[in-house]
């Protein structure tokens, strides 16, 4: 029986509380909030679930998938599986949120070029595709600038604002080896 382990160093998320990027720090065992300005290479998108249901008391997640019209998403909480369908025809779970799960190559604190994952939901997913229209996002890098607070009702929140890039010829060679890895995982 062969494990395989996903090749992302590191898991990002959007905190629209604090307008950053944070991910979970296992050895020192604390979120730890990243910095602004964040560059980085799209390697690959897939689609996913995430959200927090308030009657189980626990979150969402799925497996990754590349077309939600017809791959199957298998979503579950830690008491099992709650649906099995495309995303178009899971039935209405409150807490269930659409999220795409998208595969970067970031440069670590040593400046090393390295596999990561950004979950992309709620406001940051709607920034996100509303910059991604009409662009090749495999064409350069991208940068999440800073954030704009924004309101719904009583809730504050921020945005994350995205920049276009250009990246050096060996950055991007670069990136391309990561993505040879990441997909031979996928």
């Known amino acids: 029986n062969i494990e395989i382990t996903n090749p992302a160093e ?14 979970y720090d296992k050895d020192a065992k604390q979120a730890v909030l990243v910095d602004l300005p964040f560059t980085f290479l799209v ?12 009657q189980l008391q626990c979150g969402f997640w799925s497996n990754e998938v590349r077309d939600v019209a017809c791959d199957t998403l298998t979503v579950r909480t830690k008491q099992g599986v709650v649906a099995v369908n495309t995303w178009k025809q899971l039935p209405l779970i409150a807490g269930l949120k659409y999220a795409q799960s998208i595969y970067i190559a970031f440069k670590d604190e040593e400046g090393q070029l390295v596999i990561g994952n950004l979950k992309a939901s709620g406001a940051f997913v709607s920034a996100w595709i509303e910059f991604a229209k009409g662009r090749n996002l495999y064409d350069g890098a991208v940068t999440i600038t800073g954030a704009e607070e924004a309101k719904k009702g009583a809730t504050r929140y921020f945005v994350p604002v995205f920049a276009a890039r250009s990246v050096s010829a060996e ?15 996928l």
């Open 43 to 54: 390697l690959d998108r897939l689609h996913t679930v995430t959200g927090f249901s308030d």
């Open 10 to 23: 590191r898991w990002f998320a959007w905190s629209g509380s604090e307008g950053k990027l944070r991910y």
């Open 171 to 185: 950055t991007d060679e670069a990136a391309k080896e990561l993505d040879k890895t990441l997909q031979d995982y």
